[in-house]
């Protein structure tokens, strides 16, 4: 069992930055795939960016160029950076590990862009 801690959320105006951060508790951070997800209420959870356990990123045509995800084996913690944020950025935003057939989820942290 992995527990996932999502924090950083918060309300941001547009064209602003928030740096979202996932705290894994595992000894083996390093085999884990990552990722973060977002969703709206009524909504299918989102892909947004994931990083694989050798550092290869991957990122929704949405977020290319404006977040960047991140992670620091050392600590076991996951991170994204987003800039540029736009209103439509708004949502939960949820940390994933994923190992053979295990997947885990945090509880989710709110990002809300708005003037």
């Known amino acids: 069992q992995v527990q996932l801690v999502e924090s950083g959320g918060g309300l941001v105006q547009p064209g602003g930055s928030l740096r979202l951060s996932c705290a894994a508790s595992?000894?083996?951070?390093?085999?884990?795939?990552m990722g973060w997800y977002r969703q709206l209420p009524g909504k299918q959870r989102d892909l947004v960016a994931t990083?694989?356990?050798?550092?290869?990123?991957n990122y929704a045509d949405s977020v290319k160029g404006r977040f960047t995800i991140s992670r620091d084996n050392a600590k076991n913690t996951l991170h994204l950076q987003m800039n540029s944020l736009k209103p439509e950025d708004t949502a939960v935003y949820y940390c994933?590990?994923?190992?053979?057939?295990?997947?885990?989820w945090g509880q989710g942290t709110q990002v809300t862009v708005s003037s």
């Open positions: 990083i694989t356990s050798d550092g290869s990123t």
């Open positions: 595992t000894t083996i951070f390093t085999l884990y795939a």
């Open positions: 994933n590990a994923k190992r053979l057939v295990w997947s885990y």
